[in-house]
């Protein structure tokens, strides 16, 4: 099990968070704690960087929709960076790239 952590970023019209690791029912609690100030903060975009992520599961995925539920509550954006193959394949087929913003790069997600 990978241990789970996060790099921050701080930017003029953005937050990156770099998430280092698994994305699943244990470390979900984590995540989400962790980005909560983001998501209550002044920065009108929030930039989650997965490409360090080598897998997520039913709970991650739960976890992000309720990251995005929250953000759009805040009247801010949310942009998926860097999905891996394996990762990407599995939003497309829950049709969750349908509801995010999925981006390749970081500097494609701050225009």
Known sequence: MNEISFQVQEMDDAVVVRIIGDIDAYHSPKLKENLEDHIRGDCPTLLLDLSMVPYIDSAGLGTLVSVLRETR?????????????????IFEMTRLDKIFIIMDTVEEGLK
């Open 73 to 89: 509550n805040y009247k801010k954006t949310l942009k998926l960076i860097g999905l891996r193959q394996n990762i990407r394949r």
